[in-house]
């Protein structure tokens, strides 16, 4: 496993996160169908055994629950891994998620986050989305506070533009930016990516294999058989059209992943950690196996002749998704 210095901070990350997105369960909207919370701690745990250092999480994530199970599999642990969470998603009284970003809701989710995974600070407290955007200038405030007072060692942001960057920089310098990122979403190569290493922003970049679509296991077949409560039901990549395109994609990845012996889902975060402004890939975990399987990929640094025939497969995708998009 390699690890990378976060910016301009003091924490030395493993190049792929623990991501813990499913492990709150089926029990919110947003859901990865039912988890077993007995899987979800033997998997922290084999991933901290291969090398993983640090989890990220959220307080919306199963609405605290996986929290909860992240403060369980932790405690007691002679060495505690690196601890990221995010705060601004709330639920309201009507049961929808919003976005929240006043200064006494980050201060009482906070909180509420430290009792949950039982630690007495956080490593890495990030503000999950900029809404709404009138009040990120009031949340960065609150965020650089907590800081002071210790119940946070770092601040960073996630889903932020470079001009929401910019806007709360002159308040507190920004650890860390958390986007999406993989072979079939490349947008933050644009100006996210060229703005965080010019500003020594680290970045950590979540669903590098796009929900899983990347890993060869998804077809129409096997997406029909997702759990009812899968969001990924909605998402358009796992829809037709967009999905007989993307399956296309993924079994010209297979044949490259094979001749070097790995998987899919190996090649697709090696793809993304190709790139020296991104420290670490987010990875959604479910069990030990999956760790097992993708930890490798911490590892593997692609030539730069696969990454030019990489590129020449995603032209190639994007011409057929516009020839689409043109009907």
């Known amino acids: 496993m390699q690890y990378r210095k976060l910016g301009w901070t003091d924490l030395e990350l493993s190049v792929i996160g623990f991501g813990t997105w499913a492990l709150g369960g089926s029990r919110w909207r947003y859901g990865w169908g039912p988890q077993d919370d007995e899987d979800s701690i033997k998997a922290i745990w084999r991933a901290m055994d291969l090398g993983v250092n640090w989890i990220d999480t959220a307080a919306i ?182 999905l007989s395109i993307n399956v296309e994609f993924v079994e010209k990845m297979k044949k490259l992943a094979e001749k070097y012996g790995k998987t899919p889902a190996q090649l697709a975060i090696a793809w993304v950690l190709r790139r020296s402004e991104v420290t670490s890939a987010i990875v959604g975990i479910r069990n030990p196996s999956q760790i097992e399987e993708v930890a490798p990929a911490g590892d593997w640094s692609l030539s730069e002749e696969d990454v030019k025939v990489i590129d020449q497969w995603l032209r190639e995708r994007d011409e057929k998704l516009l020839k689409i998009e043109v009907r």
């Open 61 to 242: 994530y199963g609405l605290g629950h996986s929290e909860e199970i992240v403060g369980k599999a932790i405690k007691g642990l002679s060495k505690k891994p690196i601890i990221a969470t995010k705060c601004s998603r709330v639920v309201d009284k009507n049961g929808n998620i919003i976005g929240d970003l006043r200064r006494e809701s980050i201060r009482r989710e906070v909180e509420d986050s430290l009792r949950r995974l039982q630690v007495d600070v956080i490593d890495l407290y990030q503000i999950h989305w900029p809404d709404p955007d009138e009040y990120i200038e009031e949340a960065w405030v609150t965020m650089g506070d907590l800081i002071k007072e210790g119940k946070i060692r770092y601040a960073g942001v996630s889903n932020f533009s470079v001009e929401q960057m910019k806007r709360i920089a002159k308040i507190h310098p920004i650890a860390s930016l958390q986007p999406p990122y993989s072979m079939l979403r490349r947008d933050i190569e644009n100006d996210i990516l060229p703005y965080c290493k010019e500003n020594n922003i680290g970045v950590v970049v979540y669903s590098p294999m796009q929900k899983g679509l990347l890993t060869g296991k998804y077809n129409a077949e096997t997406v029909a058989k997702l759990s009812p409560d899968d969001h990924r039901h909605n998402d358009p990549m796992f829809k037709e059209p967009q």
